[in-house]
Nanobody, 126 residues
Framework: QVHLVESGGGLVQAGDSLRLSCAAS????????MGWFRQAPGKEREFVAA????????YYADSVKGRFTISRDNAKNTVYLQMNSLKPEDTAVYYC???????????????????WGQGTQVTVSS
């Protein structure tokens, strides 16, 4: 497992942008697929985006496709989530996660990840 620490959350207005960062330590970062999930109050945790270890493959939830971009820098042990055109419905706690994933269909499944950050709050006002 790796230790994950998210940063970059905050309060913004609809239409604004934010970039979340997730710094990893304690493991071989480049071995891991990385993902972002989010959980809004009263709702289940949901998949947002994921990226393969080599950055060759990226995956997005339909609700964020075209607005969010996931990327990683293996030299810095960091994964990013660039969020543009934010909407009030994007309000949630965003969690970074890491796992060893082999199949494309597994990237959106939270049970396939075994390391989680503490989360960072993103609030989008209308």
């Amino acid at each position: 497992q790796v230790h994950l620490v998210e940063s970059g959350g905050g309060l913004v207005q609809a239409g604004d942008s934010l970039r979340l960062s997730c710094a990893a330590s304690g493991g071989t970062f480049s071995r891991y697929a990385m993902g972002w999930f989010r959980q809004a109050p009263g709702k289940e945790r949901e998949f947002v985006a994921a990226i393969s270890w080599s950055s060759a493959y990226t995956y997005y939830a339909d609700s964020v496709k075209g607005r969010f971009t996931i990327s990683r820098d293996n030299a810095k042990n960091t994964v990013y989530l660039q969020m543009n055109s934010l909407k009030p419905e994007d309000t949630a706690v965003y969690y970074c996660t890491a796992g060893i994933i082999y199949y494309s269909g597994d990237y959106s499944k939270d049970r396939k990840y075994d390391s989680w950050g503490q989360g960072t709050q993103v609030t989008v006002s209308s």
